[in-house]
């Protein structure tokens, strides 16, 4: 078996590993996205949560402070009847006064909180409905990606075992090339020299259609055993045996 063979043998069983290791690969950056997500979403519940916590219960110190101002309007109601003078009788008038006006304030800010409360609340459950749909998306990707782990697993390892087993007859060199070219392309690695006009010497690399130097076609007319690539996309060239028997007339 020549180098091209052997090349190609490898190709063939390589690119079938790499394509089952993208489809995990994608299942499980899939999951990953998801995961993002849902850690986003369950910190924005949390801060919304906390949030809610601390606007109820400043609205109940509001409205602790607001019952006791009232309690004491409520006392110096009581007091008012008592009054002998009409001195003490006004002065319990202005402070009863006042403290009414810091009652409306309290009721004024209380309403304001309440509102503000309702928003919040609104966003956490907004927030809750999001995370669970997102914790189905989530639990769907998990699943997707056990079963195709599962599914693909025995096949990838007796493929990647028949890798090793092509791999290992190669030149180090030669598979430095062909790893490099293989993770440039995708696992495309190995491409066809195509003819375009023989009279004018005109070849492409029948992957990225760039035109090859003629003496690529020199080199593998000639020998089985020299590793050309192509100058545009780096894959590894080929070519077909009635064009090399052509050729070589
Ligand atoms: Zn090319």
């Not at 402070?95 to 409306?104: G, N, Q």
């Not at 004024?108 to 928003?119: G, H, R, V």
């Not at 919040?120 to 189905?136: G, M, P, Q, Y």
């Not at 290992?168 to 020299?193: C, K, Q, S, Y």
Request: aromatic share 4%; proline share 1%.
């Amino acid at each position: 078996m020549g180098l091209t063979e052997q090349l190609q043998a490898l190709y063939q069983v390589d690119s079938q590993v790499r394509g089952l290791r993208t489809r995990v690969e994608n299942s499980q950056r899939y999951l990953d996205v998801q995961n993002r997500h849902l850690g986003e979403l369950s910190t924005q519940l949390e801060e919304a949560e906390l949030r809610l916590r601390q606007s109820e219960a400043s609205l109940g110190n509001l409205e602790n402070e607001r019952d006791s101002v009232q309690a004491r309007i409520d006392k110096l109601r009581d007091e008012l009847n008592a009054c002998t003078t009409s001195k003490q009788y006004s002065a319990v008038q202005d402070e009863m006064k006042l403290l009414k006006e810091k009652v409306d304030e309290y009721d004024e800010q209380a309403l304001e909180s309440m509102e503000q409360i309702e928003s919040i609340r609104e966003l956490v459950a907004a927030t809750k409905l999001k995370r669970e749909e997102r914790e189905t998306l989530q639990k769907k990707a998990a699943d997707d990606l056990e079963e195709r782990t599962r599914d693909v697993g025995e096949r990838l390892s007796e493929l990647e075992r028949e890798r090793d087993g092509a791999a290992a007859i190669l030149p180090d060199r030669v598979l430095e090339v062909f790893n490099h070219a293989a993770n440039l392309n995708d696992g495309e690695t190995m491409a066809e020299v195509l003819e375009v006009n023989r009279k004018h010497r005109e070849y492409v690399c029948a992957a990225c259609n760039v035109e090859l130097p003629f003496n690529t076609l020199v080199v593998l007319t000639n020998s089985g055993d020299e590793l050309v690539q192509c100058v545009g996309c780096q894959r590894i060239m080929y070519i077909a045996e009635d064009l090399k028997a052509a050729l070589s007339k």
